[in-house]
């Protein structure tokens, strides 16, 4: 007989990195193709937007209220990940909404990075959960995106939508 025993940080742990696979996963098919912003268009979307000086959780909340996005100081999950050296179909789909943003985590492969993950208060006219990742790099932002778990999830850039996805 095997007993198995889970802390509940185990358990909160493994359930945020299983619902992101899985709204990463169902974001391929969901996500039309578009055209991709000019670095021109992105500039001006970022204009006084601050990516350096990202290098603690409270600064993560920080960096996230720029986009008008409130979120607790400290996050849900704070974790190292590695980006990986070659891009799987999600991971160059998950890559291609950081170009969306002007970033591209591809700079950073084989780095090892921090990502932390909020719980987003104010999403307009959404009623269920709803995340802010931000992956830095070294006190710099390299990645992240807001997101959702629910059946109808969604994972979009920073930017906060005029209306609900």
């Known amino acids: 007989m095997f007993i198995c025993s889970f802390k509940a940080s185990t358990l909160k742990l493994f359930s945020i990195i299983g619902i992101s696979v899985i709204t990463l996963a169902a974001l391929i098919f969901f996500i039309p193709s578009s055209s991709y912003a000019t670095t021109e268009e992105i500039a001006a979307m970022n204009e006084n937007i601050s990516f350096k000086n990202v290098k603690n959780a409270s600064d993560g ?3 996230l209220a720029q986009y008008g996005w409130e979120v607790a100081s400290e996050p849900i999950e704070e974790c190292e990940i590695t980006i990986p050296k070659e891009f799987d179909k999600v991971m160059a789909q998950y890559n291609e909404i950081q170009k969306q943003q002007g970033l591209d985590l591809s700079k950073y492969a084989k780095k090892t990075a921090t990502r932390y993950t909020y719980k987003v ?12 990742n931000v992956i830095t790099f070294r006190g710099k932002v ?3 995106d807001i997101c959702t778990a629910d059946s109808r999830g969604f994972l979009h850039t920073f930017s906060m939508p005029e ?3």
Not at 121 to 132: C, G, K, L, Q, W
């Open 61 to 63: 909340a920080k960096f």
């Open 142 to 144: 390299i990645g992240g």
């Open 163 to 165: 209306t609900a996805e």
């Open 121 to 132: 208060t104010n999403y307009p006219n959404y009623s269920e959960t709803v995340y802010a």
